[in-house]
């Protein structure tokens, strides 16, 4: 059985060309990386993208490379498993990545067994019950249905401008609020390790973590346009790598 690799927050096109060049660059070693190394599965952890919405005919060109990079993995047997995050939520079931690479589409944590270890797996948006304003407000807003029709009726470069100006402010807001949340998730993770959870894995707050708690670990893949960090399984261990 090959290894397991976990990926959140590259935020895809959020950042000056310059940036952008030099995380893709990483980004694509990364995926090459896991080529090599023969991996089973790549988790994506969410706002992999900074904007994403699977429209019928369109993708968005500045994905394109990385695109091909994820399709060559598929192709070689590699399953891809996409969480969507606060970002890029908007993958749908019969949308690009389900249909073009066989990816695994989630919209909520979720329970799975990877060589008999019990992980838990998600973004991790919501998860701290002190986000009140997320949890209660805006996330129902953006994910309810008569919402995401009639955001498919704007023109996808309308819609990408506007997904701009609220990745630069969401981006401020979770910075200020990062250290706060990081105790919650721990505290999450404590209760779910208790009921059996070997490791609890989340992305989005960009603080790339390992830590034992009691019987089972909590980690949180951190991000990859700062840190450039991963978490690898080699089915025995987990290790939170830098590239």
């Given at each position: 059985m090959g290894k397991s690799f976990f990926i959140s927050d590259v935020h895809l096109g959020a950042e000056?060309?310059?940036?952008?060049?030099?995380k893709r660059a990483k980004l694509i070693r990364f995926l090459e990386l896991i080529s090599d190394e023969n991996a089973q599965n790549l988790f994506i952890l969410g706002d992999f993208f900074d904007f994403w919405f699977d429209y019928k005919k369109i993708i968005f060109r500045e994905y394109f490379d990385i695109?091909?990079?994820?399709?060559?993995?598929?192709?070689?047997?590699?399953?891809?498993?996409?969480?969507?995050?606060?970002?890029?939520?908007?993958?749908?079931?019969?949308?690009?990545?389900?249909?073009?690479?066989?990816?695994k589409i989630y919209y909520e944590p979720t329970i799975i067994e990877i060589n008999s270890k019990i992980f838990l797996l998600g973004h991790g948006d919501g998860i701290a019950p002190s986000d009140w304003g997320y949890r209660n407000?805006?996330?129902?807003?953006?994910?309810?249905?008569?919402?995401?029709?009639?955001?498919?009726?704007?023109?996808?470069?309308?819609?990408?401008?506007?997904?701009?100006?609220?990745?630069?402010?969401?981006?401020?807001?979770?910075q200020e609020r990062n250290l706060h949340f990081e105790t919650e998730y721990e505290e999450f993770a404590r209760t779910k390790i208790a009921d059996g959870i070997d490791y609890v894995i989340f992305?989005?707050?960009h603080l790339p973590t390992l830590k034992k708690i009691d019987s089972g670990i909590y980690a949180n893949s951190g991000d990859f346009y700062q840190n450039f960090t991963y978490i690898v399984f080699d089915n025995e261990t987990l290790e939170l790598l830098h590239l």
């Open positions: 000056s060309s310059e940036k952008e060049i030099d695109l091909c990079q994820l399709k060559k993995l598929a192709q070689n047997g590699v399953q891809i498993h996409f969480f969507g995050g606060n970002h890029d939520w908007w993958m749908f079931e019969n949308g690009f990545f389900a249909r073009e690479l066989d990816a407000l805006l996330a129902p807003i953006l994910r309810n249905p008569v919402s995401i029709f009639l955001f498919r009726l704007i023109p996808a470069e309308y819609a990408r401008s506007i997904s701009r100006i609220v990745s630069s402010k969401s981006k401020l807001y979770t992305g989005h707050l």
